[in-house]
Structure formats: C-alpha cells, structure tokens
C-alpha cells in the first residue's frame, strides 16, 4: 500500500521537514526512495542550498573538470536545478575564473545569490567575468537577496553590474554589498562619480527592505542610488564607509516612514562629529528610528554622541527606542565614565533601553581592565540596559545573510 494513501500528504511533509533538519542529505535521499509522492518533498530540502567554488591556480588542470561536472549534474540537471534556491558562488584569482564559472542553464528559481569574489579583478563592462555573473541574476527574476563580496570593478562594469539588478530584480528584498573596489588606475573615475550628479534610473528597485554596506569605494554610493528607491528601506547598516557616502544615503532615506533599524559605523568619523561639531541633521535622523546602533572608536566619544543625540529628540517627533553603543577600543581606568551622561539621557527618556558592547572581549582579562571598578562604570546597565561583548561586525555579517 502506497504511504500517500494512509495520511494526509502534510502529514508526510512534516516528517520530511523534520528529517531535514536533524539528519543528513543522505536520510533525504533514502526518503526521496520511500514513495513517488515524497521525490519533491525530500529534493526541495537536498537541493535548495548549491555551492560552487572555483579552482584555484594550483588546480587549473582539473578546473574545467569541475566546471563541466557541475554543469550537467546540477545547472542542467532538472532533477537538481528547479529545487534549488540560494546560490553560493566563491570565486578564486586565476587565470581562467571566467571559463571555470558555471552556467545558469536551469537555476531559473533562485531566491538569493551570493558572490564571493576574493579580491577578482572585473577589467571592463565586457569582461567574461561579469558576463558569467550576470547571467545569473538575468535568469531570476524571484531574486530576494543579492551578496557580493570582495571584487574589484571598473566603474562602468559596476554601473551596468547595478543596474542589471535594477532591472532584472524587481523583487530584490535584502542587498548586501561588502569590500568592492575600484582600480588603483581607474580612481579618478569612481571620485567623478562621487562628485558627479546622480543619474535616475528608469528600472528603480521599489521592494528593496534592507541594505547592508561595508568598506566599499565611495564613488559606487551615486550609482547605487540612483538605481534604488530607498524610501521603503526597512534596516540599514553602513560599516566603514566615507562621510560623505553615510550622508548620501541618510539624506536618500530621508522622506522613509518605515525605516525601524539603522546601524551606523562612527568610528572614522570623530573629526566631523566630535571635533568639528558637524552632522546634526544625522542625529535628528537617528532619533526618529527605533533601533539604533553606532559604532564608536573610544569610550570617550559616549558623553558627546549621547548629548548630541539628546538636543536632536528635541528638535523632532522622536521613535527611538532602543540604543545600542559598540566600541572599537575598550576604556581604560583614565577615561571618563559615561555613567552620568546616561543617567541624564534616561532620566529624560525612562523607557528607552541602552546597551554597551565591545569589538574584543581580550581587554577584560587585562590588567588595566581588571584594576578598573566596572560595577561602578557600568551601575546603570543592570537596571535599564545590559553589557555585551560580541562583535558588532560579526552582528553586521550575520544578519546581512539573512533575509
């Protein structure tokens, strides 16, 4: 008697579901055995996550190999290509990245694409390169997340890289843009570009919710916006970015209603926010958010950053309820303790929550750091915040990948 005709057809899905997820691929595959009526159910689990990853100069005599075997078992193949979903392509510094670059053939129903590019060089808008690349997001239209990460780029093929998205992903939910470069040659041209007005596209990207930048040429911000509306931007993280680029994109965003989580890198920036004084309009932007979270470079940089942030909730409507403040640098037993400036930043906002957090956890078990009276530095926290000491890059990288 065929399993199908004793429950209900969810009833085998959950058991499948949950097969996959505490068991292998190979249970899968034994439940893909079971009956006709459990193959989808079973594939749609083994092969929605692909990884493919180029050879390495070391290997170019069975690259291609590689290539063509991925290409007819999985790109082409059907059985395997329709049920995949995320796509993971690492691509490797040889001499013939282009040719070892698979096909998108049959991968018509991919959600999201990421690209690890480890520093590859796209010369030109022509370059095989970007073509291979770009075959992939012109056969998904479903596209939900899009990941490119370490790539080096011509300004031009980056432009024509930006606005194929725009076109050919009118979906496109979760955008995650980390480490791109230009040519040490082409810098004229990215600063051009930094300086230049943008130019509208007529293919805007409306969907887009959450937008994830981290050390990327500043020139790519004018490109960047004018293929993007970013009014319906719902969380925001720039990390490592110029001024001016951070700026671009607030003022981008300015008219959003619907924005609730921005993280903001600060640590490069002291001159224009602390020294200088500059950037009010930022703050006043901070305030209206919920979520907010900034990275600061010293421990120092808290009193100023807080009354700033105080004078601009008064400027304004303000939403902001929960403040989180990461540090490149833990303090040291000399620098000022910012217990009073948050104790007057809460006794204004009672039901706002505030939270600290470190990038490393090694200054803790120092001996400056062990002499220090953290009770005393951090009185407040227990009572209307808590202390962290996780990586807000690691945070950053974590939920880039989600969507």
């Known amino acids: 008697m065929s399993p199908s005709s004793v429950f209900p057809p969810e009833i085998y899905d959950k058991i499948i579901d949950e097969v996959s997820s505490s068991s292998s691929k190979a249970n899968l595959s034994a439940c893909s ?52 979903r995320h796509l993971v392509l690492t691509l490797t510094s040889s001499g013939n990245t282009a040719s070892q670059i698979p096909q998108a053939s ?39 997340h899009i990941s490119v990460q370490s790539l080096i780029i011509e300004p ?99 008219n959003s209603t619907s924005l609730n989580h921005f993280t ?30 900034l990275m600061l470079q010293r421990f120092s940089d808290a009193p100023s ?18 403040l989180h403040l990461q540090f490149r640098q833990y303090p040291s037993p000399s620098e000022p303790v910012i217990d009073t400036a948050f104790r007057e930043f809460q006794y204004t906002f009672p039901r706002l929550r505030v939270t600290i957090g470190f990038d490393i956890q090694e200054g803790i078990s120092s001996t400056s750091a062990a002499t220090m009276n953290t009770s005393a530095l951090f009185r407040r926290m227990g009572q209307t915040g808590g202390l962290q000491f996780e990586s807000l890059d690691a945070w950053w990288t974590h939920e880039a990948e989600r969507y």
């Open 33 to 84: 055995l079971v009956d006709r009526s459990w193959i989808s159910r079973s594939r749609a689990h083994m092969f929605r996550d692909i990884n493919f990853t180029t050879a390495s100069k070391k290997d170019i005599p069975t690259s291609i190999k590689h290539t063509v075997a991925f290409q007819q078992n999985v790109a082409s193949n059907t059985d395997v290509a329709l049920y995949a």
């Open 264 to 293: 903001l890198d600060l640590s490069d920036h002291r001159r224009f926010l602390i020294v200088n004084g500059s950037g009010e309009d930022v703050f006043t932007r901070l305030a209206s958010i919920p979520t907010v979270q």
């Open 156 to 254: 031009s093929a980056f432009d024509v890289f930006i606005k194929c998205i725009g076109i050919r992903a009118p979906r496109l939910r979760s955008l995650h843009l980390q480490s791109i470069w230009g040519l040490d040659w082409t810098t004229d041209a990215w600063n051009q570009r930094k300086s230049a007005q943008r130019s509208e596209s007529h293919h805007k990207v409306y969907s887009l919710t959450k937008l994830f930048i981290s050390h990327c040429e500043d020139g790519l911000i004018s490109t960047f916006i004018g293929a993007f509306d970013l009014r319906y931007l719902e969380q925001i993280a720039l990390m490592n970015l110029d001024w001016g680029s951070c700026m671009a994109i607030i003022a981008a965003t300015s």
């Open 106 to 144: 049959q991968l018509l129903n991919l959600h999201s694409i990421t690209l690890k590019c480890s520093n590859i060089i796209i010369y030109a808008v022509n370059d095989a390169i970007l073509t291979r690349l770009l075959s992939f997001i012109r056969h998904n239209q479903n596209l939900e």
């Open 305 to 322: 950053t807080l009354q700033r942030l105080h004078r601009a909730v008064f400027q304004r409507q303000h939403f902001l309820e929960q």
